[in-house]
C-alpha cells in the first residue's frame, strides 16, 4: 500500500470520491491561460461550477453528520478539508495533538464505507483527566478498561503494579475508563476521582457488547490527551502484570517506536459462531471464519502513534463486539501486524498455581480475584531470592 497524500485528508475529512472535482489551490481556473483567451464565457462556466462543487459537498457533509449522528464533532461546516493538511484536521479534533504525529507514517486506507458505532469520536469524554500528561511525559501508559461499580478492582491495582509512577527510570502513568452504567453512583465515581485523578469516562454505555468502544475510547483519549507518552498497554483489571518487566522489554534496543504492537498473539483464529459462547460473533457482524492476526485482549501493548491510527481507521472497519480482534482488524486495515514480544513466553494467560519464581520472569497472567491480586503481589513483593 502506498500512502497517497490526496487520499488521506479525504478519509480523514471523511469525503467521498465527488470531492475531488475541487481544483487544488494552485491550478485555480481563475488563473488558467485558457481563461485569458476566452475571458467570458469561460470564466463563468468555471465560477458556476466552482459553485456547484461547492454547494456539493456542503450538501454531502450535511448529509453525512446532520440526520446520522447528532453528536458527530467531526467536520461539520467544513467544506474545504481536504485541501488542509491532515495534522491541522485532528488539532480541530482534539486541540492537542502536537506535532510528534508528523514524524509518523500517515495511515494508508482506502476510504470505504463508514460505520459509526464504534467510532470514538461519537461518544464525549464525562470525566477526563486531560491535563496529566501536560505536567510530564509519560514513557507508558497503563489503560485499564473497568466497570464503573467495580471500585475494589480499581483500588487492587492502585495498591499494586499501578502503585509505581516511576518503573526503571521511566514514568509511568495508569488511568482507568469508564463507561456509563444505570447502577453506578455517579458522586461516589466523582469523590473517587478527586481522591486519585485517575478515572476518565465516556458517555457510551458501558456493557459487554461495548468493550470495542471501550477500546476506541482508549485509543482517543490516548490519542489526543496523551500523544507525547511513547508506549502505552490495554490492560484488563483481572491482571497480574510484572511492570518492572515491560518497561524493560520495552527499554530493549531493536524495539520498534512506530506501529508496534505486541502480546500474546492470536494466528489463525477462528470466528465463534455457537450462541452460548461468550464470544460469539454473528455472520452478520463479521463474515469471515478467521480473524486476523491479533493480541489477546488480556494486556497488549502498543507505540503510542497507533492510537490515532486506530481512532481513523475505525470509522471503515464494521464494529463487533470482540474488542480485540477488532484491534487486530484495525491493523490489517493499516498494512500492519502485530509484532512478536522478544520473549513470547512473558504473556501468559492462565495459571494455574501462583508461582514467585516464574512471576518474576512473566510480564502478564490472569488472575481471579482483586483480592488475589493483592495477595499475590505482596507476596511477590516480599524481599528476597525469587528463584
Ligand atoms: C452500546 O452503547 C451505545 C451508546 O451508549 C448504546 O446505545 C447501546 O445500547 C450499547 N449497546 C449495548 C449492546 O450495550
Not at 465516556?202 to 459487554?208: E, I
Not at 507525547?228 to 520498534?256: C, E, R, W
Not at 507505540?303 to 477488532?326: G, M, T
Request: proline content about 7%.
Amino acid at each position: 500500500m502506498s500512502a497517497s497524500s490526496a487520499a488521506l485528508p479525504r478519509l480523514l475529512g471523511g469525503f467521498s470520491s465527488e470531492e475531488r472535482l475541487v481544483p487544488p489551490a494552485d491550478e485555480s481556473p481563475l488563473k488558467s491561460t485558457h481563461c485569458q483567451k476566452k475571458p467570458k464565457f469561460c470564466c463563468w462556466f468555471l465560477v458556476l461550477f466552482f459553485l456547484l462543487v461547492v454547494f456539493w459537498c456542503c450538501v454531502v457533509s450535511w448529509w453525512e453528520n446532520f440526520p446520522l449522528h447528532k453528536h458527530y464533532d467531526g467536520f461539520s461546516n467544513q467544506c474545504y478539508k481536504d485541501k488542509e493538511p491532515v495534522f491541522q484536521v485532528n488539532q480541530k479534533h482534539s486541540g492537542m495533538l502536537t506535532e510528534t504525529h508528523t514524524t509518523t507514517e500517515p495511515p494508508t486506507v482506502q476510504p470505504g464505507i463508514r460505520y459509526h458505532q464504534a467510532y470514538p469520536r461519537n461518544y464525549q469524554f464525562v470525566m477526563d483527566n486531560r491535563d496529566v500528561c501536560k505536567s510530564r511525559t509519560p514513557f507508558l501508559v497503563l489503560m485499564v478498561p473497568v466497570a464503573p461499580h467495580n471500585v475494589a478492582a480499581r483500588d487492587a491495582i492502585r495498591q499494586t503494579w499501578g502503585k509505581e509512577s516511576v518503573v526503571q527510570g521511566e514514568v509511568v502513568l495508569t488511568l482507568f475508563m469508564l463507561g456509563l452504567s444505570n447502577d453506578a453512583d455517579t458522586e461516589k465515581i466523582k469523590q473517587e476521582n478527586e481522591q486519585h485523578h485517575d478515572l476518565i469516562q465516556s458517555s457510551f454505555m458501558d456493557t459487554y457488547l461495548n468493550l470495542t468502544i471501550k477500546t476506541l475510547v482508549i485509543m482517543d483519549w490516548l490519542a489526543t490527551r496523551c500523544p507525547t507518552a511513547a508506549y502505552a498497554m490495554k490492560v484488563d483489571s483481572d491482571m497480574f502484570l510484572n511492570i518492572d518487566n515491560l518497561v524493560m522489554m520495552l527499554q530493549k534496543p531493536g524495539i520498534p517506536k512506530l506501529n508496534y504492537l505486541t502480546g500474546m498473539l492470536m494466528w489463525d483464529r477462528p470466528v465463534i459462531r455457537s450462541k452460548d459462547s461468550k464470544w460469539y460473533v454473528p455472520e452478520e457482524m463479521y463474515p469471515d471464519p478467521q480473524y486476523p492476526t491479533y493480541t489477546l485482549g488480556m494486556g497488549y501493548v502498543f507505540s503510542n502513534d497507533l492510537p490515532w491510527k486506530f481512532v481513523v481507521v475505525s470509522k471503515y472497519i464494521k464494529p463487533f463486539n470482540i474488542e480485540d480482534a477488532y484491534i487486530g482488524m484495525c491493523m490489517k486495515k493499516l498494512g500492519l501486524a502485530p509484532t512478536s514480544p522478544p520473549d513470547p513466553s512473558q504473556f501468559k494467560a492462565y495459571n494455574s498455581k501462583y508461582n514467585r519464581c516464574e512471576y518474576s520472569k512473566i510480564i502478564t497472567y490472569i488472575l481471579g480475584t482483586s483480592e488475589e491480586l493483592k495477595k499475590t503481589w505482596n507476596d511477590y513483593k516480599k524481599p528476597g531470592l525469587h528463584c
